[in-house]
């Protein structure tokens, strides 16, 4: 009876610890690159996205590991590289390489959470395994579908497409007709359930925006006028640029490629900012429902874009690059006792597992690739790393194995990029664009008799940050 007791007692403990630690509402968009109206784009609609802004830490510069839905989102929730997991196109599941490797949310789950998925976190299709159910205490909805059968679900025939390009869709019709209002209704919904439940949460809520098709509903194209929305700048191939950087922008142009007029460019650069603006109204609909339940003073809000986009800059549409507009995302994180500010430390998705970790007062696992972010948050005028580094194959979308791996290193003031033969390492081609004059990376220096010294230099700390993969390699756990 005494043992008994004991153990009911320790139970109890351990329950009311486990109520004191803080909830993680932890929420992804798909393809949405770091050019919001906090992030200096004055052109843009997202009021939720500048309100979250003001309540937390915004990281200027946080990049991803690859610019590639599934090796990027594989990478942040595994705490991994994508040359750890071995692991850089889109049908290889993560389970398949590192089979027992334990996910972000799961080890929530194995520390007494209560993890629930809501919309796309994980990679959405292709896969036999549908997500990671090993990551969640309820089944995942929402989560494993192609971007395009995202098609207006209304009382009767849909209303008419006012746009015209293939790839963008113009319908007047509720929020809740695609995938993200629905997303946005089930989140507030379990919101109001994990409310009573004893334990703490992370719930995870996946938007699908603004991948492409550019189809949110007519009311957030009407926030553009046409002819107010810029063309692409740059619009010219880097100078000096290699063409092994190149992709042939498959994602918008099609397998075939396709001539864009400059009214369709207009019309597609018009539906991503109605994307935008759509997912932003999602978005503040699950802050405002957090606000209202009284949570959010005991919840960390974290936001992060698995990558960025091109719209025609560099000559380049969707994603699949090493350059800045692929490899920079945006992420805030909102924590209790934690003072809104910015901050231009350098940061990479794979941060995130180590840092909610830390937060979260649970034990830090060994092995993971990132490192916690807390003292930026902290402290937002420290740096704890030099540089951060992003990845991209050739072919982009390759079969069997690439031809040639692109490492990029964003340090300071300068992006690096050295192209490696597959089969022998060796490097074929390099980049090196300097971040203090060209901002926009339109000019590849690294051939420049001038900067021998900053290539050795940045080169050798791309080295250090990180042993570039062989092909015989295997996962390194």
Same mark, same amino acid.
């Given at each position: 009876?005494?043992?008994?007791?004991? /153990?009911?007692?320790?139970?109890?403990?351990?329950?009311?610890?486990?109520?004191?630690?803080?909830?993680?509402?932890?929420?992804?968009?798909?393809?949405?690159?770091?050019?919001?109206?906090?992030?200096?784009?004055?052109?843009?609609?997202?009021?939720?996205?500048?309100?979250?802004?003001?309540?937390?830490?915004?990281?200027?510069?946080?990049?991803?590991?690859?610019?590639?839905?599934?090796?990027?989102?594989?990478?942040?929730?595994?705490?991994?590289?994508?040359?750890? /997991?071995?692991?850089?196109?889109?049908?290889?599941?993560?389970?398949?390489?590192?089979?027992?490797?334990?996910?972000?949310?799961?080890?929530?789950?194995?520390?007494?959470?209560?993890?629930?998925?809501?919309?796309?976190?994980?990679?959405?299709?292709?896969?036999?395994?549908?997500?990671?159910?090993?990551?969640?205490?309820?089944?995942?909805?929402?989560?494993?579908?192609?971007?395009?059968?995202?098609?207006?679900?209304?009382?009767?025939?849909?209303?008419?497409?006012?746009?015209?390009?293939?790839?963008?869709?113009?319908?007047?019709?509720?929020?809740?007709?695609?995938?993200?209002?629905?997303?946005?209704?089930?989140?507030?919904?379990?919101?109001?359930?994990?409310?009573?439940?004893?334990?703490?949460?992370?719930?995870?809520?996946?938007?699908?925006?603004?991948?492409?098709?550019?189809?949110?509903?007519?009311?957030?194209?009407?926030?553009?006028?046409?002819?107010?929305?810029?063309?692409?700048?740059?619009?010219?191939?880097?100078?000096?640029?290699?063409?092994?950087?190149?992709?042939?922008?498959?994602?918008?142009?099609?397998?075939?490629?396709?001539?864009?007029?400059?009214?369709?460019?207009?019309?597609?650069?018009?539906?991503?900012?109605?994307?935008?603006?759509? /997912?932003?109204?999602?978005?503040?609909?699950?802050?405002?429902?957090?606000?209202?339940?009284?949570?959010?003073?005991?919840?960390?809000?974290?936001?992060?874009?698995?990558?960025?986009?091109?719209?025609?800059?560099?000559?380049?549409?969707?994603?699949?690059?090493?350059?800045?507009?692929?490899?920079?995302?945006?992420?805030?994180?909102?924590?209790?006792?934690?003072?809104?500010?910015?901050?231009?430390?350098?940061?990479?998705?794979?941060?995130?597992?180590?840092?909610?970790?830390?937060?979260?007062?649970?034990?830090?696992?060994?092995?993971?690739?990132?490192?916690?972010?807390?003292?930026?948050?902290?402290?937002?005028?420290?740096?704890?790393?030099?540089?951060? /580094?992003?990845?991209?194959?050739?072919?982009?979308?390759?079969?069997?194995?690439?031809?040639?791996?692109?490492?990029?290193?964003?340090?300071?003031?300068?992006?690096?990029?050295?192209?490696?033969?597959?089969?022998?390492?060796?490097?074929?081609?390099?980049?090196?664009?300097?971040?203090?004059?060209?901002?926009?990376?339109?000019?590849?220096?690294?051939?420049?008799?001038?900067?021998?010294?900053?290539?050795?230099?940045?080169?050798?700390?791309?080295?250090?940050?990180?042993?570039?993969?062989?092909?015989?390699?295997?996962?390194?756990?």
């Amino acid at each position: 009876m005494n043992i008994v007791f004991g /153990l009911v007692i320790f139970c109890c403990a351990f329950a009311a610890m486990g109520a004191q630690r803080p909830n993680v509402l932890f929420i992804a968009a798909d393809d949405l690159r770091n050019d919001l109206g906090c992030y200096g784009n004055t052109l843009v609609k997202a009021p939720n996205f500048d309100r979250l802004a003001k309540r937390g830490v915004v990281f200027n510069r946080a990049y991803c590991q690859q610019a590639l839905c599934n090796p990027s989102r594989a990478s942040l929730l595994t705490g991994l590289r994508p040359d750890t /997991l071995r692991i850089w196109d889109l049908p290889t599941h993560f389970r398949s390489a590192v089979p027992e490797v334990v996910t972000l949310p799961q080890y929530f789950k194995q520390h007494g959470y209560f993890t629930q998925n809501i919309g796309k976190i994980f990679h959405n299709w292709i896969h036999e395994i549908q997500g990671d159910p090993a990551s969640w205490s309820v089944p995942a909805v929402m989560h494993f579908a192609n971007h395009g059968a995202d098609k207006p679900v209304v009382d009767g025939a849909p209303p008419p497409n006012l746009a015209k390009d293939l790839k963008c869709e113009q319908c007047d019709v509720p929020d809740e007709a695609y995938f993200d209002g629905r997303v946005a209704k089930l989140a507030v919904e379990a919101l109001r359930e994990l409310k009573s439940k004893s334990q703490p949460f992370f719930l995870a809520v996946g938007f699908w925006k603004p991948h492409s098709p550019f189809n949110a509903p007519k009311r957030y194209w009407d926030l553009y006028r046409r002819e107010d929305i810029p063309m692409p700048n740059p619009a010219d191939w880097p100078q000096d640029a290699p063409r092994v950087a190149w992709h042939n922008s498959r994602e918008i142009l099609t397998e075939k490629g396709r001539e864009l007029t400059p009214d369709a460019v207009r019309e597609i650069r018009h539906g991503y900012l109605a994307n935008i603006s759509y /997912l932003d109204a999602q978005l503040g609909k699950v802050i405002d429902e957090l606000d209202r339940l009284q949570l959010a003073q005991n919840t960390i809000i974290v936001f992060w874009s698995d990558h960025g986009f091109h719209l025609g800059e560099h000559t380049l549409w969707a994603k699949t690059s090493n350059f800045e507009l692929d490899a920079r995302v945006p992420m805030f994180i909102a924590a209790p006792k934690i003072k809104a500010a910015r901050t231009d430390a350098l940061a990479e998705l794979l941060d995130l597992y180590p840092t909610l970790v830390e937060l979260c007062g649970l034990p830090m696992p060994k092995g993971l690739d990132g490192v916690s972010l807390v003292p930026v948050l902290k402290n937002p005028r420290r740096s704890i790393k030099p540089a951060a /580094l992003t990845q991209h194959p050739r072919p982009a979308y390759y079969k069997g194995a690439p031809e040639t791996m692109g490492y990029s290193l964003r340090a300071q003031n300068f992006r690096y990029i050295e192209w490696r033969d597959w089969k022998t390492g060796a490097v074929v081609a390099r980049e090196l664009y300097d971040h203090k004059t060209d901002g926009s990376e339109t000019r590849n220096v690294a051939a420049d008799p001038s900067r021998a010294a900053d290539v050795r230099n940045v080169a050798k700390l791309l080295e250090q940050f990180r042993p570039i993969v062989r092909p015989g390699w295997k996962p390194a756990l």
